[in-house]
């Protein structure tokens, strides 16, 4: 089963030949930085502050200990990291040894890391003592006991009987260096059936991206980025996010708490000039804004995406929080999307922006993959310079995501306007995006369907007016239906990340069904949808 599917030669020598792929590696882009602005700051985390070459001088020395331990090249390590510098300099750490993170978000528990785990024969897990009250430790021995394989646990903090993320800093030694065609880390798909895939990127098609974002945000060495999304996602990784802050040489400002009192101050303090929110967190700054009329006047441009923003919302942000808005739609498996800062102000409020590349191809299909006519709606296709070809060691399932000629199906539902921009309109993928966390409805369902007064489960979105849509699990139950609370603590137990647990639960004797007698999920989106008090859909 392969690890990576390459793209086919013409289209490679062609990404080449435009200079899209530089042959360069994320460890050579930290190199390079330290060369030239080594003493500029690079990152700040609370009260520390690293310069490009400090980074760069940990990332060596954290390559050289994890070497000794044994880690190599193409070894798969999963990075459960908070906002904290240590993820970065993890992370150049790996890129220098060819090794590929594989990237876990702070909320993940015991179900999804032991399938990422085991999934990826994962040779090492790094992760911290304690994150909001969570101790990752104890996941860790639980994870130690479901896939014996991991060799090595790594801890950032208090590392008790692992080992202390400290202890690997080492003298650095000259290393073997990864080829840029080489795949660098692996991203995790939102998932709609079942558990969640893995994303294979490599250094060229990532820098690609990481670097073409740079330019069309306007970044440059004075750019001060805040960090406020879960640093491993895709969105505040490489869109432009860290990485293209790193590529324009300026500084990374890390918050683990995106509320408005703590990221007010943070902006004010240290300048930011960009950062990047959900939809429900840039709702939740702009009432702030109204009371607290904090000095926002660094900040430029507010990045909004990985869940669509509503209109009404959109049109506020410029007026009210004194910055440029910019959409952004994107995903871990290639294809982002950017409003330019200069499109004019409909085009903003009203669309998801264009892609990236003028060589990222974009189709709208019906059901059948026949193309629609220019502007009409339907199912978003797309390949391109930094669009994978194929999910990890997937075959089936890469044989239904993507077309023959190579097109992933992203799922989403999509129109073109005239110049290029997309709207998204809906989405066909059993999936529900709860405020920019993706929930897969398959995954959910296998879950309660294990529990035993569970006969069958359907799991739907249902409208929220602060996340955009909750998740809701139509259930039928046998004999006495089990309790809502007990279904959601049973779901815990099997841990589970909080996010994924349904908000509401109904039980019912039947689903409705489609003329081909599968469960109709439309009509139970619109059960819960009218179920749902007007009232409940606007106060928060
Ligand atoms: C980003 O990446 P993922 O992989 O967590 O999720 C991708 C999916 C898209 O297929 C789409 O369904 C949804 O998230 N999405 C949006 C959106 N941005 C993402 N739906 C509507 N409007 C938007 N603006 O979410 C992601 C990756 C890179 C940059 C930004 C977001």
């Known amino acids: 089963m392969s690890a990576f599917t390459p793209w086919p030669d013409d289209f490679a020598r062609r990404y080449r030949e435009l200079g899209y792929w530089q042959g360069q590696t994320l460890g050579g882009l930290l190199r390079e930085r330290a060369a030239s602005r080594g003493e500029h700051c690079a990152i700040v985390c609370g009260e520390r502050r690293w310069s490009y070459a400090e980074l760069d001088t940990r990332a060596a ?31 150049f750490a790996l890129f220098r040894l060819g090794a590929w993170p594989v990237f876990a978000l702070p909320a993940h528990r015991r179900t999804e890391l032991s399938h990422f785990c085991g999934y990826a024969q994962a040779r090492a897990y790094i992760t ?78 990532y820098l690609y991206s990481v670097r073409a974002s740079a330019d069309i945000c306007g970044l440059s060495a004075a750019s001060v980025y805040l960090c406020t999304l879960p640093a491993a996602h895709n969105f505040p990784l490489s869109s432009p996010g860290a990485l293209g802050v790193f590529h324009a040489g300026g500084t990374v400002v890390l918050t683990r708490r995106p509320n408005p009192e703590d990221t007010f101050a943070l902006i004010a303090r240290e300048r930011v000039t960009i950062t990047a ?3 429900p967190l840039a709702l ?30 959109a049109r506020r942000i410029g007026p009210e929080l004194g910055c440029t808005l910019q959409q952004v739609f994107g995903m871990a498996e290639g294809l982002v999307n950017y409003t330019r800062l200069d499109d004019g102000f409909e085009l903003v409020i009203g669309s998801q922006g264009r892609p990236i590349s003028p060589h990222d191809e974009v189709l709208i299909v019906d059901d059948n993959d026949a193309p629609l006519p220019p502007g009409a709606t339907g199912h978003l296709l797309t390949r391109g310079p930094y669009t994978i070809r194929g999910y990890y060691r997937a075959p089936e399932h890469n044989a239904r995501a993507f077309t023959t000629d190579g097109y992933y199906r992203t799922g989403d539902i ?26 897969a409805a398959e995954e959910v369902e296998n879950h309660l369907l294990a529990h035993p007064q569970v006969a069958d489960v359907a799991l739907v979105a249902m409208p929220d007016a602060y996340l955009g849509e909750k998740s809701c699990a139509f259930v039928i139950a046998r004999e006495a239906p089990p309790r809502a609370v007990e279904l959601n603590r049973f779901l815990r137990e099997r841990g589970l990340a909080q996010f994924k647990i349904p908000d509401r639960i109904e039980f019912v004797d039947h689903f409705p069904k489609t003329a081909v007698g599968k469960v109709d999920k439309r009509a139970l989106r619109d059960t819960i949808a009218e179920r749902l008090t007007p009232d409940r859909l606007t106060s928060r």
């Open 61 to 91: 020395a954290l390559a050289t200990g994890l070497a000794r331990l044994g880690i190599r090249a193409g070894d798969r390590v999963v990075v459960q990291l908070p906002n904290v510098a240590e993820f970065y300099a993890v992370n």
């Open 128 to 205: 911290t003592d304690i994150d909001a009250g969570f101790d990752h430790r104890q996941l860790a021995r639980e994870l130690r006991g479901a896939v014996p394989e991991l060799e090595h646990v790594i801890i950032v903090g208090d590392a008790q009987e692992f080992i202390a993320l400290d202890s690997l800093y080492d003298a650095p030694v000259a290393l073997p260096e990864p080829a840029a065609s080489d795949v660098a880390l692996l991203q995790l798909s939102g998932g709609s059936t079942g558990l969640s895939k893995l994303i294979p990127r490599t250094h060229d098609d």
């Open 277 to 279: 929110l959900v939809p």
């Open 284 to 313: 939740v700054w702009l009432d702030a804004q109204r009371q607290q009329r904090a000095d926002l006047s660094s900040l430029t441009v507010l990045q909004v995406g990985g869940a669509k923003l509503s209109e009404a919302v």
């Open 414 to 439: 999509a129109r073109q306007l005239p110049g290029g921009h997309l709207v998204v309109e809906g989405r066909a993928k059993d999936q529900i995006n709860r405020g920019g966390e993706k929930v």
